[in-house]
């Protein structure tokens, strides 16, 4: 009995000894656990210090209007249906202060309508007896639902859906209350004055202490995706002008980070951003004249359609990022005889969009038709320069290839940028043609269709480098519909002519 409490003494201490040390191992993870989370909330605090300016508002606001419930002297002239206001201020707040403007406005108009139908409904239904009043009442909210629900789906209407929502909450409310209380008049009466003090606070509120203006918004994320399109674009170009493997035929690119590259992250932004400039031009229709903004009827809408223009620019930037990606690519010797050609065109392409995005900054027009012309100009080289470099890569498909290559290459050597490379090119495809030639009329026959299949790989190549050309010639051509919607909205913004 002494020897088995010996052996329970010493492995006591033993397991009371093994406990700490997982308690300290949990800590410690649970402590990491909390630092990463605190670090996550205060990155999040410095993405943007408006969330926090919104926030703070809100609270200011709440708290003014407060004050007429927690305070003896105004709650007993307003009495308790001024719990309403705290409601509307709460509801009606918005970010910027066009879009609280425009809550408060479906939030009064609403509230009015409802009023006035709830009155007429009220009294009609009182004067048909007290059988008939509530299965008037009954019906009338049955069709109030329905024509608000249906209304507010309305194409034209979609953007006074908080106002149809509102119409039918306070009619239900009214008639309700009027059944039950029997007072109509002091119901509309306190709902009306409700609305009325938290909406004013809110928008004296949202206006005095750092305003957030919707139109500015606006101008600013135009500028800067004009900004993003034109950097995506030169990335794109530079990439497929890579040497990305000399001693292989074709490069393979790798698509492992395709969607994690710059390029692609910032057109990814621009093409997101329709829904946000529609919702911030709507909001901005409701500002006064403010700022850099004093012309009423500011042609906030016309914002939307040049943002819609970039799109479609961005578009074509995503085409050409997929290309420079794709596996199969034209050989590098050959992709380089018309780096010059390409670097022109998209350096023009990229500077009358960076133009584009200053001018709408600064609100001038300074875009000239030396700009367009030397576009033109050089989009006109990069087709001239396509159609020689096409021919003689399609040259090994020639009855005759080395007569033809011998045509196409006393083309080439009248462009000064080509003479450099002739003779290498030559030499590198006399070789390549002899041995292919060797090939073809070898024994065992299998040979010749290895050769076809080679050729095959070939006219894939050819077609994946016509496709980045005509992407990159389908962007200039889009570029120049964006100067026509950026000079329509200067001439109906008043833009200001840059010297």
């Known amino acids: ?53 919104f926030a703070l508002k809100v609270g200011i606001t709440v708290l003014l209007v407060s004050l007429f419930v927690l305070f003896e002297a105004p709650y007993q002239v307003f009495g308790s249906n001024i719990i309403w206001a705290i409601l509307t201020a709460i509801i009606v707040f918005e970010d910027t202060v066009g879009a609280t403007f425009n809550r408060r406005f479906n939030r009064a108009v609403g509230t009015l309508v409802a009023v006035i139908l709830a009155v007429v409904v009220a009294e009609t239904a009182l004067s048909c007896g007290h059988v008939a009043e509530p299965i008037i009442l009954g019906l009338s909210m049955f069709m109030i639902a329905v024509i608000t629900s249906y209304m507010k789906m309305w194409g034209a209407l979609v953007q006074y859906e908080y106002g149809f929502r509102v119409t039918l909450m306070t009619y239900c409310l009214i008639v309700v209350s009027d059944y ?23 928008v004296l509120v949202n206006v005095s202490i750092f305003p957030i203006w919707a139109g500015d918004q ?33 490069t393979m690119s790798s698509i492992d980070a395709f969607h994690e590259e710059g390029a692609y992250m910032r ?24 700022g850099k903004f004093m012309h009423i009827s500011y042609p906030w809408l016309q914002y939307v359609k040049v943002g819609a223009v970039l799109r479609h620019c961005a578009y074509e930037v995503m085409a050409l990022h997929s290309i420079a990606h794709a596996k199969i690519q034209v050989p590098y010797k050959l992709r380089v ?21 200053r001018d709408i900054s600064h609100m001038q027009w300074s875009v000239k038709d030396s700009h367009v012309k030397r576009l033109h100009n050089s989009i006109k080289r990069l087709q001239s320069c396509m159609c020689f470099q096409y021919s003689y890569m399609l040259a090994s498909t020639f009855d005759n290839p080395s007569k033809s290559f011998a045509n196409i290459s006393h083309m080439f050597y009248h462009l000064p940028y080509q003479r450099e490379m002739m003779e290498e090119e030559v030499e590198c495809y006399h070789h390549m043609t002899g041995k292919q030639l060797r090939r073809l009329y070898s024994w065992p026959p299998r040979e010749a269709d290895a050769f076809e299949d080679i050729k095959l790989e070939e006219s894939t190549a050819m077609l994946s480098f016509t496709n980045f050309a005509s992407s990159l010639m389908e962007f200039v051509a889009r570029v120049e519909h964006l100067v026509e919607a950026v000079h329509e909205l200067s001439k109906m913004a008043k833009f200001k002519s840059a010297l």
């Not at 209380?181 to 009306?192: A, E, F, K, S, Y």
């Not at 005889?337 to 584009?356: N, W």
């Open 1 to 53: 009995m002494d020897k088995q409490m010996e052996c329970i003494e010493i492995n006591i201490p033993t397991s009371t000894h093994a406990k700490p040390e997982l308690h300290e191992t949990d800590t410690k993870f649970g402590a990491k656990e909390i630092w990463v989370q605190i670090q996550s909330v205060w990155e999040f605090c410095k993405e943007d210090t408006g969330r926090e300016i």
């Open 180 to 202: 039950r209380i029997g007072n109509p008049v002091r119901t509309m009466i306190d709902r009306l004055y409700s609305i009325a003090i938290g909406g004013m606070i809110s």
């Open 218 to 250: 606006l101008h600013k994320e135009l500028v800067k995706n004009f900004h993003l399109v034109a950097d995506s674009f030169e990335e794109c170009t530079k990439k497929y002008l890579e040497d990305a493997s000399e001693k292989s035929k074709f």
């Open 267 to 290: 057109c990814q932004s621009t093409l997101d951003s329709g829904s946000r400039f529609q919702t911030l031009a709507q909001s901005a229709k409701w500002e006064p004249p403010h």
């Open 337 to 357: 005889g018309l780096e010059s050609e390409v670097e022109e065109a998209s350096k023009e392409a990229a500077e009358v969009v960076r133009i584009l995005g």
